[in-house]
């Protein structure tokens, strides 16, 4: 199970974190993602990181946001963060926390098995 929090309005070059909480799975060989999706739009990959150090994986980002987001993942929490910075308005979306297992590079959203619900993200210009 995934659960994102920490969505809400920020301000045009502000800065927002959004954390996605895993329960339910002791699988470590597992790649975390965030997702978004704006309205009339498609889902869109946003960044993904292997769940566990030891893969040895790096993580990776849309080109859209590379350099302003930052995500990571806390062992002892069990989550994965997305920080955003210098948010625009074009990253208004309902973002998404998903899993998929392997730690292949994948972009795709028909590729991830599991899904949060959502939390909504809009950045005022």
């Known amino acids: 199970q995934l659960v994102e929090s920490g969505g809400g309005l920020v301000q045009s070059g502000g800065s927002l974190g959004l954390s996605c909480s895993i329960s339910g799975s002791t699988n470590s060989r597992i790649t975390m993602a965030w997702f978004r999706q704006a309205p009339g739009k498609e889902r869109a990959f946003v960044a993904a990181?292997?769940?566990?150090?030891?893969?040895?994986?790096?993580?990776y980002y849309a080109e859209a946001v590379k350099g302003r987001f930052t995500i990571s993942r806390d062992a002892a929490k069990n989550t994965v963060e997305l920080q955003m910075n210098s948010l625009k308005p074009e990253d208004t979306a309902v973002y998404y926390c998903a899993a998929r297992e392997g730690f292949s590079r994948v972009t795709t959203p028909g590729r991830y098995d599991y899904w949060g619900q959502g939390t909504q993200v809009t950045v005022s210009s």
């Open positions: 990181i292997p769940k566990s150090a030891w893969s040895g994986g790096a993580e």
